[in-house]
């Protein structure tokens, strides 16, 4: 009793401390990771062959590219070519919208450039809905996100079948059959609805474009390499953002994207992120 008298406030310190750090997500083994600069992992186009160079393995980004919601976006300039494609990318929405989905979505990755429902591709979400919005009308999909999480979104469309799969986590969330024109293939935008300036509010980081239909396994291993995981198949990579830092492609293919208003690389990004278990 005499020990506890004499000792209780520095223990009582100490606690507070150590739950202090761990609500921080100091014990947070993905937090432990070593981050990657930008820059640090990119492809490597020659007529010998395409790999990947630079540390690519076990690491997370430094920064992720933060949108006000308001007027910032990236144009990347990135065009699409027809065929099957895949797009993916991690979001962590700060606010979504809880009215109207169709005014007041928030969108993730946008190519439309007129029309009701747009002239192109785009992904978008609410608390409640994945909406994939193509060339002829809208698809959505029911998922509930919570603000301040990490998921990775990809979106596959496979022109033999005329089908559009999303998936959410890796995990799909079913294909549905569409009709895409040619109107689809136009230029890309971050963070933005191009035709109706609709913005994204949260965080965004590695989008990667695929020309190729990716199957489920592939989904799934690209999730399970975490946020920062280094393109899976670099033969078939039309762009890649990892926006660690910088709007810049590192697919060698030089999509480099153009930052419109205050995009904020931020680099205390961790909160909300889990490391996907393998």
């Known amino acids: 009793m005499e020990y506890l008298m004499t000792y209780g406030w520095a223990i009582l310190a100490i606690a507070i401390v150590m739950v202090s750090l761990y609500s921080l997500g100091i014990f947070n083994g993905s937090n432990l990771q070593p981050t990657a600069t930008p820059g640090s992992?990119?492809?490597?186009?020659?007529?010998?062959?395409?790999?990947l160079a630079g540390q690519c393995n076990n690491l997370i980004p430094k920064y992720v590219g933060m949108f006000n919601g308001a007027s910032s976006y990236i144009n990347t300039a990135f065009v699409?070519?027809?065929?099957?494609?895949?797009?993916?990318?991690?979001?962590?929405?700060?606010?979504?919208?809880?009215?109207?989905?169709?005014?007041?979505?928030?969108?993730?990755?946008?190519?439309?450039?007129?029309?009701?429902?747009?002239?192109?591709?785009?992904?978008?979400?609410?608390?409640?809905?994945?909406?994939?919005?193509?060339?002829?009308?809208?698809?959505?999909?029911?998922?509930?996100?919570?603000?301040?999480?990490?998921?990775?979104?990809?979106?596959?469309?496979?022109?033999?079948?005329?089908t559009v799969t999303p998936y959410v986590n890796g995990v799909s969330l079913g294909a549905s059959s569409v009709t895409i024109g040619s109107s689809l293939y136009q230029q890309y935008y971050i963070g933005r609805d191009q035709p109706n300036a609709v913005y994204f509010n949260g965080s965004i980081a590695n989008v990667q474009i695929y020309n190729t239909t990716t199957d489920a396994s592939s989904i799934l291993a690209i999730y399970r390499g975490g946020i920062g995981a280094a393109p899976i198949d670099t033969a078939h990579l039309s762009a890649w953002w990892p926006l660690n830092g910088n709007a810049n492609d590192y697919s060698g293919n030089n999509w480099n994207g153009d930052v419109v208003g205050p995009v904020v690389w931020k680099a205390n990004w961790q909160s909300g992120y889990t490391a996907p278990s393998s």
């Open 41 to 51: 992992c990119e492809v490597v186009r020659t007529a010998a062959q395409i790999s």
């Open 80 to 162: 699409n070519k027809e065929g099957s494609w895949t797009i993916s990318a991690w979001i962590n929405a700060r606010q979504f919208q809880t009215t109207n989905l169709n005014s007041n979505h928030h969108n993730i990755i946008d190519s439309d450039l007129s029309g009701s429902y747009g002239n192109g591709f785009g992904i978008e979400g609410s608390p409640t809905v994945l909406r994939v919005i193509y060339n002829n009308g809208f698809l959505n999909y029911n998922y509930n996100f919570n603000t301040g999480t990490w998921y990775y979104i990809a979106v596959v469309y496979n022109t033999g079948n005329g």
